[in-house]
């Protein structure tokens, strides 16, 4: 299916339909993208509010097959823009829910919705990312999680997820406002993921802080 046709689907309620021809769409952004190398904490990128889109341009689905491509490459479930060292508003999906079903698909200029604190059912999970390689910590997040955004052609679209998708919408929203999961860690807890990075080795190319 085309690229434009997926991404402009959506079901009655605006929740965009991202469990459909997953394989196919992910292939073909990839195919058509390069793959970049990944930052890691304490590039100044990873630390601040990246830039709203305002151009939904070809520059901009360029980004975001080179998102997909690298997302692919790391081996990841979720890649935010400011993880290729661009500061803008973007991430790219390609995620399991706990029922197993594939989500795939992009949200630009993300806002993660606040649930009521009567909704809100604590999952105490493990926690990865690209940009803290080989470590992994438990941190307590909603186990559904709303995201409003828009699409590659800047219609408005609404994701949500539940289980480990959920935490995959929460973690890449975050990226954009400049939070790594590890800034959700207590002290001691941040303390020992930095560690186990640093006695790790990354299976894929990363750009090296100055």
Do not use: W
Not at 140 to 154: N, S
């Amino acid at each position: 299916m085309a690229q434009q046709e997926t991404d402009e689907q959506t079901i009655n309620d605006g929740f965009v339909v991202d469990t459909e021809d997953c394989e196919a769409r992910e292939l073909a952004h990839r195919e058509r993208g390069t793959a970049r190398p990944i930052t890691v904490v304490g590039n100044p990128v990873l630390h601040k509010e990246c830039k709203d889109v305002t151009e939904f341009d070809d520059s901009l689905a360029a980004l975001i097959d080179d998102m997909f491509a690298s997302q692919k490459a790391a081996e990841g479930v979720g890649l935010a823009a400011n993880q290729i060292g661009v500061d803008l508003k973007v991430f790219v999906y390609d995620c399991p829910d706990d029922d197993g079903v594939r989500h795939t698909g992009v949200v630009i200029n993300p806002v993660l919705q606040e649930l009521p604190a009567e909704a809100r059912v604590l999952d105490e999970s493990n926690e990865g990312c690209l940009s803290v390689p080989t470590a992994y910590a438990e941190l307590a997040r909603p186990d559904y999680a709303e995201v409003h955004g828009q699409d590659a052609q800047g219609n408005p679209i609404k994701v949500r997820g539940t289980g480990y998708f959920a935490r995959c919408l929460q973690h890449e929203t975050d990226h954009l406002y400049g939070y790594l999961y590890i800034d959700r860690l207590s002290k001691r807890d941040r303390k020992d993921a930095l560690r186990q990075m640093e006695e790790g080795t990354p299976r894929y190319e990363t750009v090296p802080n100055a």
